[in-house]
């Protein structure tokens, strides 16, 4: 087992375990109230929902099923979610635990920072995208028509738990969005190398993920510098990930748009001709396709629309080569100088 402290406007532990081994001794002190509400998705209920519900003695235990998919991150399922938590009697005491990938993270962390004015959570993320993102750092969400995430809050949980067995269920599609998440490290952080890409070892670049996210967090909580660096690749990522109608995974995306950020950065001199080559190598190594499948025009139009975007300006994520990010604020239509 390894543990991450987090020191944020609450300080929490992420707790990197196998086999839940230490989850009684690691989460069940921690959870308040006897009524915990359990959020999962039809993907993961059937694979871990029986034997998480085994670990929560002496606790009154409400499942809570939503769809799975990003397109299900809206607010029609989070009006019913937080009608469903009502009518089964949850208190101001009780906790939420979000069991699930980003979606149901995103979704749960919403619900329990806003139900009866927010409530004790608790996140299991079970795909490696979410353990290594959004299981730290407190941002929670919805989508909305206009964009992604454009509804949610800053709440930090009460713990993490992470179970390296859930990455042996998980689908091929997802590993790979999971490492298009890990390899952004690697581009504004040298604790993450391409070698690491190399010889895999998941407890090792999860832990190391977490710690570089865990300090840069630390550092600003609520992204007004320093935590915009964890957008490399987001920016245009996420324009494509809505062009896709959320039908295409959100690791895939940002790998997508750190292949643009990684143009855009030799277009504007942070990187030479030769680094470029080397940084999309390394992306491919990801098996993942960066062909350009929109055109400048579609990409510029949801960028405007970004949560990140200030009228014509957006600040984007660029980089020095591995191990550097840096944050500019540029004009949105110089995205047309990487297509
Ligand atoms: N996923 C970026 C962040 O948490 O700031």
Redesign the pocket.
Known sequence: MKQINVKASKNYTITVDRAFENFKAQVLPLIKGNVVAVITDTNVEPLYYAQLESLLTGKTVCKFVIPAGEENKNAENYISLVNALAKAGLSRKSTVIGLGGGVVGDMSAFVASTYMRGVSYIAIPTTLLSMV??SV?G?TGIDLDSGKNLLGTFFQPDTVYINLDFLNTLPEREVKSGLGEIMKYAFIDSRITPSDLQNINYEDLIVKSLEI?RDIVERDER?SGD?ML??FG?TIGHAIEKLYDYKVSHGECVLKGMAYAIELSEKLGFISAEQKETSLNFLNGAGVSLEKEFNISQIINVVKSDKKADGNTVNFVFTKGFGEGVIKKIDIAKLSECF
């Open positions: 993102d959004s750092g941002k996210k992204e935590r964890l957008n987001h």
